[in-house]
């Protein structure tokens, strides 16, 4: 194992889980934990929840899936750069979607609205709730039983109220303190990681075009550079070589600024980590380029009509499947009826959550089509 600096989180001086166990063998607790996610079934059912695209658009897509691999490889390479704790980086990225509804964001918000009278849904507190209490694959707990520094690097935010009702692991959203580092590099790689890789797709997709993204300066700096060193180059080729370039820009700068603020404030433990501004951040210079790109993205891909229908039908598929189990929690399977008897929507939500694009689609259709299914 890799000696990492004072500064990162110590997987030998972990805060401990919630559930006591003998130490893992020949694997340190953050290995342990990344292990746990990696085997739990939250983590195989990303394959088919989408980020953009609902997954029968496409074979070549990003899912919830591919995205925590690409988060992840990216936060492991400035991770070891910086001296943290990769297991740690890596076991946060692996779990921070497993709280995430089928269709994305347009299933999120539709969640959120039915369940509106019942205390919301947020998938960040989702991924805490799916580590904690709904992986059932030990004896003696519910959960995967995680270390409190991966729990903490999954709950990337948090209202006061909710920090209230869950304790320890959100304590630092009450005191306003930060998270490890680990977790901090997270938060700024799963971006880093969305905003190029919805380029690669809104761009496959035939949804926004070269013209436009050309418009964006970071984008076009980097095609420049592209077609100088290959001046016949075009098509998918150019895109590749184009957006590799943007993401070695980002990781370089993402570093280089990192590990200049943490000379700076020269932190010597975790917890004087915690007392610090963030310190984990792009130069001022790339992050207002990263800003331009995100505005882009928000107003050519993600309000393009294509993907507003998309959006439209995973709402009302949501929307229509909430209502009918709240209605009737006997169409619901025997385990989440038995959940129900506590807190029926919870217990709907939990299930819904759970689903797939194609599972909750398949589910509409059984519930709400005349024909055989």
Do not use: W
């Amino acid at each position: 194992m890799l000696k990492v600096a004072p500064y990162a989180a110590q997987a030998a001086a972990t805060s401990g889980r919630v559930h006591r166990e003998p130490a893992a063998q020949g694997r340190s607790e953050f290995q342990r934990d990344r292990d746990r996610i990696i085997h739990s079934s939250a983590f195989r059912r990303l394959e088919y929840k989408t980020q953009v695209f609902v997954n029968h658009e496409g074979d070549l897509f990003r899912t919830r899936l591919t995205h925590s691999l690409e988060v992840a490889q990216i936060s492991r390479s400035i991770a070891r750069q910086l001296n943290l704790d990769e297991d740690l980086t890596e076991a946060i990225t692996l779990a921070h979607d497993l709280g995430h509804t089928p269709f994305g964001h347009a299933g999120q918000d539709a969640l959120n609205a039915c369940m509106k009278p019942y205390g919301g849904f947020e998938h960040n507190l989702q991924s805490l709730r799916v580590v904690d209490h709904l992986e059932q694959r030990y004896g003696g707990f519910d959960g995967l039983n995680l270390t409190f520094e991966t729990r903490e690097g999954i709950l990337k935010h948090c209202s006061r109220k909710n920090a209230l009702q869950l304790g320890a692991v959100a304590e630092r959203f009450i005191k306003r303190r930060r998270p490890s580092l680990e977790a901090q590099l997270v938060n700024l790689s799963d971006e880093l990681a969305y905003n190029n890789h919805d380029v690669d797709d809104g761009l496959r997709s035939g949804l926004i075009t070269l013209e436009q993204l050309s418009t964006v300066p970071i984008f076009r700096r980097h095609r420049d550079i592209a077609t100088q060193e290959f001046p016949k180059i075009n098509g998918r080729r150019l895109v590749h070589e184009t957006v590799r370039r943007m993401i070695s820009t980002l990781v370089t700068d993402l570093t280089r600024q990192s590990a200049a603020n943490i000379r700076a404030q020269a932190p010597k433990t975790v917890d004087e980590v915690r007392r610090a501004p963030a310190l984990i951040a792009f130069s001022p210079r790339i992050e207002k380029q990263q800003l331009e790109l995100k505005q882009f993205l928000r107003i050519n891909l993600y309000q393009h009509y294509r993907v507003a229908r998309m959006s439209s039908k995973a709402r009302r598929i949501i929307t229509e499947l909430f209502n009918a189990l709240l209605a009737e929690p006997k169409l619901l399977p025997p385990d989440f009826q038995v959940r129900a008897r506590d807190d029926k929507p919870r217990a709907i939500a939990d299930y819904i959550a759970g689903m797939t694009d194609r599972y909750a689609m398949l589910e509409h259709r059984r519930l709400f089509a005349v024909e055989p299914v």
